[in-house]
Nanobody, 128 residues
Framework: QVHLAESGGGLVQPGGSLRLSCAAS???????IGWFRQAPGKEREGLSS????????FYKDSVKGRFTISRDNAKNTVFLQMNNLKPEDTAIYYC??????????????????????WGQGTQVTVSS
Protein backbone atom coordinates (compact mmCIF):
# COMPACT_ATOMS: atom_id res chain seq x y z
CA GLN A 1 0.00 0.00 0.00
CA VAL A 2 1.28 3.45 -0.93
CA HIS A 3 0.07 6.59 0.81
CA LEU A 4 0.06 9.93 -0.97
CA ALA A 5 -0.34 13.35 0.60
CA GLU A 6 -0.88 16.54 -1.37
CA SER A 7 -0.12 20.03 -0.13
CA GLY A 8 0.25 23.54 -1.50
CA GLY A 9 -3.26 24.38 -2.58
CA GLY A 10 -4.96 27.66 -1.76
CA LEU A 11 -6.53 30.82 -3.09
CA VAL A 12 -4.68 32.70 -5.82
CA GLN A 13 -5.56 35.55 -8.15
CA PRO A 14 -5.81 35.03 -11.92
CA GLY A 15 -2.35 35.11 -13.44
CA GLY A 16 -0.78 33.90 -10.22
CA SER A 17 1.21 30.77 -9.42
CA LEU A 18 1.09 27.87 -7.00
CA ARG A 19 3.31 24.86 -6.44
CA LEU A 20 1.66 21.65 -5.34
CA SER A 21 3.57 18.85 -3.64
CA CYS A 22 2.79 15.15 -3.48
CA ALA A 23 4.67 13.14 -0.88
CA ALA A 24 4.63 9.37 -1.34
CA SER A 25 5.25 6.92 1.51
CA UNK A 26 7.35 4.86 -0.89
CA UNK A 27 8.14 4.84 -4.60
CA UNK A 28 9.95 1.50 -4.83
CA UNK A 29 7.04 -0.28 -6.52
CA UNK A 30 5.78 2.67 -8.52
CA UNK A 31 6.06 3.38 -12.21
CA UNK A 32 4.74 6.91 -12.23
CA ILE A 33 3.00 9.64 -10.28
CA GLY A 34 0.44 11.90 -11.89
CA TRP A 35 -1.61 14.96 -11.14
CA PHE A 36 -5.35 15.12 -11.70
CA ARG A 37 -8.09 17.58 -10.93
CA GLN A 38 -11.83 17.57 -10.50
CA ALA A 39 -13.99 20.67 -10.76
CA PRO A 40 -17.56 20.75 -9.41
CA GLY A 41 -19.90 18.88 -11.71
CA LYS A 42 -17.08 17.62 -13.93
CA GLU A 43 -15.22 14.38 -14.28
CA ARG A 44 -11.76 13.92 -12.88
CA GLU A 45 -9.16 14.69 -15.54
CA GLY A 46 -5.48 13.93 -15.85
CA LEU A 47 -3.09 16.86 -16.18
CA SER A 48 0.47 15.63 -16.05
CA SER A 49 2.49 12.60 -15.08
CA UNK A 50 6.13 11.69 -14.52
CA UNK A 51 7.83 8.32 -14.48
CA UNK A 52 9.61 7.48 -11.26
CA UNK A 53 12.66 5.78 -12.75
CA UNK A 54 13.75 8.11 -15.55
CA UNK A 55 11.64 11.23 -15.16
CA UNK A 56 9.74 11.11 -18.45
CA UNK A 57 7.03 13.74 -18.38
CA PHE A 58 3.64 13.92 -20.02
CA TYR A 59 1.16 16.79 -20.23
CA LYS A 60 -2.38 17.24 -21.39
CA ASP A 61 -2.94 20.10 -23.84
CA SER A 62 -5.02 22.06 -21.33
CA VAL A 63 -1.97 22.71 -19.14
CA LYS A 64 0.97 22.38 -21.52
CA GLY A 65 3.18 25.47 -21.29
CA ARG A 66 1.66 26.63 -17.98
CA PHE A 67 2.21 23.66 -15.64
CA THR A 68 5.49 21.86 -14.98
CA ILE A 69 5.85 18.52 -13.23
CA SER A 70 9.07 17.53 -11.48
CA ARG A 71 10.29 15.05 -8.89
CA ASP A 72 12.70 14.74 -6.01
CA ASN A 73 13.40 11.03 -5.70
CA ALA A 74 15.41 11.46 -2.50
CA LYS A 75 12.28 12.82 -0.82
CA ASN A 76 9.74 10.64 -2.68
CA THR A 77 8.03 13.85 -3.70
CA VAL A 78 6.52 15.08 -6.96
CA PHE A 79 5.74 18.73 -7.62
CA LEU A 80 3.36 20.54 -9.93
CA GLN A 81 4.34 24.13 -10.63
CA MET A 82 1.31 25.99 -11.93
CA ASN A 83 1.77 29.38 -13.58
CA ASN A 84 -0.61 31.85 -15.20
CA LEU A 85 -3.54 30.34 -13.35
CA LYS A 86 -7.04 30.96 -14.66
CA PRO A 87 -10.44 30.80 -12.95
CA GLU A 88 -11.18 27.61 -14.90
CA ASP A 89 -8.25 25.96 -13.11
CA THR A 90 -10.31 26.03 -9.91
CA ALA A 91 -10.70 22.43 -8.73
CA ILE A 92 -9.60 19.86 -6.22
CA TYR A 93 -6.18 18.62 -7.29
CA TYR A 94 -5.17 15.03 -6.63
CA CYS A 95 -1.97 13.15 -7.06
CA UNK A 96 -2.09 9.49 -7.92
CA UNK A 97 0.41 6.70 -8.42
CA UNK A 98 0.63 3.90 -10.94
CA UNK A 99 2.52 0.70 -10.19
CA UNK A 100 5.64 -0.26 -12.10
CA UNK A 101 3.57 -2.85 -13.99
CA UNK A 102 1.59 -0.10 -15.72
CA UNK A 103 2.41 0.27 -19.41
CA UNK A 104 3.90 3.61 -20.43
CA UNK A 105 0.99 4.21 -22.80
CA UNK A 106 -1.44 4.17 -19.87
CA UNK A 107 0.80 6.38 -17.76
CA UNK A 108 0.92 8.95 -20.56
CA UNK A 109 -2.79 8.72 -21.28
CA UNK A 110 -3.61 9.45 -17.63
CA UNK A 111 -6.83 7.52 -17.45
CA UNK A 112 -7.96 7.40 -13.84
CA UNK A 113 -8.29 3.60 -13.95
CA UNK A 114 -4.58 3.25 -14.67
CA UNK A 115 -3.61 4.83 -11.37
CA UNK A 116 -3.91 2.66 -8.29
CA UNK A 117 -3.27 4.92 -5.32
CA TRP A 118 -4.80 8.33 -4.66
CA GLY A 119 -4.25 11.18 -2.26
CA GLN A 120 -7.03 13.06 -0.50
CA GLY A 121 -6.74 16.12 -2.70
CA THR A 122 -5.99 19.79 -2.18
CA GLN A 123 -8.27 22.67 -3.15
CA VAL A 124 -7.05 25.26 -5.64
CA THR A 125 -9.21 28.34 -6.11
CA VAL A 126 -8.38 30.98 -8.71
CA SER A 127 -10.38 34.11 -8.12
CA SER A 128 -9.98 37.84 -7.82
Amino acid sequence: QVHLAESGGGLVQPGGSLRLSCAASSTSALGAIGWFRQAPGKEREGLSSITVRDGKTFYKDSVKGRFTISRDNAKNTVFLQMNNLKPEDTAIYYCAAATDATPLFHIANMGTRSYDYWGQGTQVTVSS
